[in-house]
C-alpha cells in the first residue's frame, strides 16, 4: 500500500480568511473524511462559493451553510470498488489520487455499518473465482468493477460485477459457485446479483447493458412516504437520510400558492417527481435513460401517483423545445456535466417565474448560473 501523504489544504471561510489545514491521509482516502465534521461543512461551503466567485462572477446572493447530515459516518448506500491485480490474485479497493493505481482496501467507514467490509469480502470471492481482472493498459481480462448498493430502511443489497466482455455460460456458472455463496453467507439480505457489460476503453464505469444472474435486479429504499424501487444503473442519491432533506427544500422552492403544474428534467426514477408531485398540481417528468423510465413508471404507480405524473421519455433537448408556455415552475436535476446551452436556452424560452436547480457539480451549476442570467435569469 503506499505510504501515507501529507498534504496541506487551503480556502477561504464565509468570514473572508484564509485558512489551511495540514492532513495526512492515504492515497485512497478521500480527503473530506479526515477532517472534522465541522470542517468538511466549511471546506463544501468554500467549493460553492468559490465556484460562483470564479465562474459566476456577477454579484450573487450569499452562499448558505452547510446544512449537516443526519449520519457523519456510515451514511453512504453505494460505493463502486475498482478491480485489479491478476487471476486468483484480485485486489480490490479504490484508485489512488490522481491516478488508476488501485490501494487495496479492507473496509469504508462512509459504506452502510452492514457493509462497510465488504471490499475484504469481494477480493476473497474473486481470487476463489479465478476469473481474470481487466487490465485497462493491455485492455485484457474480465472483472473491471464490483459495484454495492445498499437500501437502509429495507436492508436490501444489489451486487452487480461489471465486466470487459459478455459472460460466457461457463463464466457464469463460476460466478454462481465461487462468488455468489460466500456473498450469500455474509449477506442475508443479498437480493439480488447482476452482470454489467462495459467494452469501453475509458473512464466510464458501467455500460448500457445489464444481465440479471440471481434475484430480480432491483433493490428497494423508502425516502420519507415513498418508497422507491431501482436497479444497477439508476441514479438514486448515495445519502439517502440526506436526500430526503434535499428533495424536501426542493419541493418546498418550487411550490406555488396555486399548486402549478411544474416541469421536472432529468427525473431519473422518480424521487424529486414524488416529493414535487406533493406541492403542485401535476409534475410533467422527463428521462432519457429507458431503465429509469421504467422504474419511474413502477414507482409513480407503487406509491399512486400515476394520476398526477406525465412522464415524457426520451433527452431533455428533444422535449424542451415542444413545451408550451405555461409552467411557472421549472425544476432541474442534471448529471454532473449540468445542462446543454440548447437546453438552457428551452428552459428561458418557456418564461417561468422561477427555476430550481438542484446540483451536484458547483462549478457547472456556476457555469449555467451564468449562462441564465445572461438570459435574464436572476439568480
Known amino acids: ?96 489520487r490522481r491516478s488508476h493505481d488501485i490501494v487495496e482496501t479492507v473496509r469504508c467507514p462512509i459504506m452502510a455499518k452492514d457493509v462497510e467490509e465488504s471490499p475484504e469480502l469481494f477480493a476473497y470471492a474473486l481470487r476463489s473465482s479465478g476469473l481474470a481482472p481487466y487490465n485497462e493498459k493491455t485492455g485484457k481480462g474480465m472483472i473491471r468493477h464490483i459495484i454495492l448498493r445498499y437500501a437502509f430502511s429495507t436492508k436490501d443489497i444489489l451486487v452487480s460485477i461489471v465486466t470487459a466482455k459478455k459472460a460466457s455460460k461457463e463464466e457464469k456458472k463460476l460466478i454462481l459457485e465461487k462468488i455468489l455463496p460466500p456473498l450469500k453467507e455474509k449477506y442475508e439480505n443479498l437480493r439480488t446479483l447482476t452482470l454489467n457489460y462495459n467494452p469501453s476503453r475509458g473512464n466510464i464505469i458501467v455500460g448500457k447493458n445489464t444481465e440479471t444472474l440471481s434475484g430480480d435486479g432491483k433493490i428497494e429504499e423508502d425516502l420519507g412516504p415513498f418508497r422507491f424501487r431501482y436497479d444497477t444503473t439508476a441514479f438514486f442519491q448515495v445519502n439517502p437520510l440526506q436526500a430526503v432533506r434535499l428533495y424536501e427544500k426542493a419541493a418546498e422552492m418550487a411550490a406555488t400558492e396555486e399548486n402549478d403544474p411544474v416541469l421536472e428534467l432529468y427525473s431519473g426514477i422518480g424521487t424529486l417527481t414524488a416529493f414535487l408531485s406533493r406541492h403542485s398540481s401535476s409534475v410533467t417528468a422527463v428521462e432519457e435513460w429507458g431503465p429509469s423510465v421504467e422504474r419511474m413508471r413502477e414507482n409513480m ?40 446551452r440548447e437546453v438552457l436556452a428551452g428552459m428561458t424560452n418557456l418564461e417561468p417565474e422561477k427555476i430550481v436547480y438542484v446540483s451536484c457539480n458547483p462549478a457547472t451549476l456556476a457555469r449555467d448560473a451564468a449562462l441564465l442570467a445572461r438570459r435574464g435569469i436572476r439568480t
Open 1 to 96: 500500500m503506499p505510504s501515507a501523504r501529507r498534504e496541506k489544504y487551503t480556502w477561504r471561510t464565509r468570514e473572508g480568511r484564509n485558512r489551511s489545514a495540514p492532513t495526512t491521509v492515504h492515497a485512497a482516502d478521500a480527503s473530506f473524511s479526515t477532517q472534522t465534521y465541522d470542517l468538511q461543512r466549511e471546506l463544501k461551503w468554500s467549493i460553492v462559493n468559490d465556484a460562483f466567485a470564479r465562474i459566476y462572477k456577477n454579484p450573487y446572493p450569499e452562499i448558505s451553510p452547510c446544512s449537516g447530515s443526519p449520519l457523519e459516518k456510515n451514511y453512504r448506500n453505494k460505493t463502486s470498488f475498482p478491480v485489479g491485480g491478476r487471476s486468483g490474485a484480485a485486489i480490490v479497493g479504490y484508485y489512488s
Open 301 to 340: 404507480e407503487r406509491n399512486r401517483l400515476s394520476g398526477k405524473v406525465r412522464i415524457a421519455a426520451g433527452p431533455v433537448e428533444n422535449h424542451i423545445r415542444s413545451f408550451p408556455k405555461g409552467f411557472r415552475t421549472i425544476v432541474v436535476d442534471p448529471p454532473r456535466t449540468g445542462c446543454s
